[in-house]
């Protein structure tokens, strides 16, 4: 069977819980700004890196199945927690190139080690054991060590009247790794992704910080190229959101964080 023809002025799909995929999102299109942009977002049962198994993956395919909603020629699954409870196998009937950012984060940081990768995560990721199992399998001889961090992607999500709060929740978290052994850290959930100045400041010099979202940037470029889906170069690209939940009040939480978005459109998404 031929992979179906997207078309080069279908979105790329960038899908979180909340706004932590905006770093993701704001990557891409810092490289590729003649692209449009559907960002995806379930801020009514945000977050999940605090719930049980069986509720992520309900919601994830939920989130998944009312993606189909909205015209894209690719998807960027920009939330560890969804690409440790199966998100990756769940978007494969969407039939468009899916990007999991765990398995993009993983493989840079093994690359980037030589001996210990630190990760910072949900709960429910550190739960699944996924990025372990993903490093090792790519190198096998790497110590992993995984700290979960509870209501830090929350008070993330929050704002600036929270920073005081995550900054210094970040820097507990960051001593259980025991730093200065670290070869990399790897930034294991979007929204700690915009405190990523304050990470590599609690970190040694040496110590390389590895933030997927900047990462998956590649990859999705590698698959524009091949699949001959980029969009033609000269005018700038449109950014949508499509959001189950308050969505006016989402808006304006991405609005603060990211003004430099050009919103078109803010939809309600009908999550079944």
């Known amino acids: ?45 945000m977050p999940y890196g ?15 199945d009312a993606s189909r909603a909205v015209p894209l020629k690719a998807l960027v699954i920009a939330c560890n927690t969804m690409c ?15 990007f999991d950012i765990l398995r993009c984060g993983a493989a840079a940081a093994s690359r980037r080690a030589s001996g210990c990768v630190g990760v910072i995560a949900t709960a429910a990721t550190v739960r699944s054991g996924a990025f372990e199992r993903t490093i090792r399998r790519l190198r096998a001889e790497l110590e992993v060590r995984v700290v979960a961090c509870p209501r830090l992607a929350t008070l993330i999500e929050s704002g600036p009247a929270a920073r005081g709060d995550a900054l210094r929740l970040l820097g507990v978290y960051l001593n259980r790794l025991r730093p200065a052994t670290l070869d990399a850290l790897l930034i294991g959930c979007t929204h700690y992704a915009f405190a990523h100045d304050a990470i590599a400041a609690q970190l040694p010099g040496e110590t390389t910080v590895v933030n997927p979202s900047r990462v998956v940037v590649d990859a999705v470029g590698r698959a524009l190229h091949t699949g001959r889906i980029a969009r033609a170069r000269g005018r700038a690209g449109q950014c949508s959101l499509h959001v189950n939940g308050r969505h006016d009040t989402f808006a304006r939480a991405v609005r603060d964080l990211a003004p430099e978005l050009p919103l078109s459109a803010v939809t309600r998404l009908c999550m079944n």
Request: net charge negative; aromatic share 4%.
């Open 1 to 45: 069977m031929h992979a179906p023809k997207h078309s080069p002025h279908a979105a790329i799909g960038v899908v979180d819980s909340g706004v932590g995929g905006l770093s993701a999102l704001l990557a891409l299109r810092e490289r590729f700004p003649d692209e449009s942009y559907a960002y995806i977002a379930d801020p009514a049962h």
């Open 50 to 64: 605090d719930k049980d198994d069986t509720t992520i993956r309900d919601a994830t395919r939920r989130l998944l």
């Open 84 to 98: 440790a409870h199966g998100a990756r196998d769940l978007a494969a009937t969407l039939r468009v190139p899916v």
